[in-house]
C-alpha cells in the first residue's frame, strides 16, 4: 500500500489549505483514514481521523477550524485547514488502517508565517 500526500505550502496566519493523500496498491476496504503532524523538536501526534462509516475525531487544537473528509471511491482522505495559525505549522503525514496494519505517506511540510 502506497499513500501519496500533497497540498502542503506555506500560508499566512488567518490562511487556508487543504491537504490530500491518495491511497494505493491495496484491493482491501480502507478503514480508519487519519491526519497527524509532527513540529521540530515535538512528537507526533494525532490531527484528525475518520472512520469507514465517516464517524471523525479531532485534536481539541483544531477543533472548529480543521475538517477532515474522505472519498471512498478515490481512496483519498482530504485535510481541509481554515483559519490556520503559526503553531499549525509541522510537517503532516497521514495514514490509512487496513485490517489492523497502519501504512503512513511521506509527510507534507506546513508552514504558517507571515
Known amino acids: 500500500v502506497q499513500l501519496q500526500a500533497s497540498g502542503g505550502g506555506l500560508v499566512q496566519p488567518g490562511g487556508s489549505l487543504r491537504l490530500s493523500c491518495a491511497a494505493s496498491g491495496s484491493e482491501i476496504s480502507i478503514g480508519v483514514m487519519g491526519w497527524y503532524r509532527q513540529a521540530p523538536g515535538k512528537q507526533r501526534d494525532l490531527v484528525a481521523r475518520i472512520g469507514s462509516g465517516g464517524n471523525t475525531n479531532y485534536a481539541d487544537s483544531v477543533k472548529g477550524r480543521f475538517t477532515i473528509s474522505r472519498d471512498n471511491a478515490k481512496n483519498t482522505v482530504y485535510l481541509q485547514m481554515n483559519t490556520m495559525k503559526p503553531e499549525d505549522t509541522a510537517v503532516y503525514y497521514c495514514?490509512?488502517?487496513?485490517?489492523?496494519?497502519?501504512?503512513w505517506g511521506q509527510g507534507t511540510l506546513v508552514t504558517v508565517s507571515s
Open positions: 495514514n490509512v488502517v487496513i485490517l489492523r496494519t497502519t501504512y
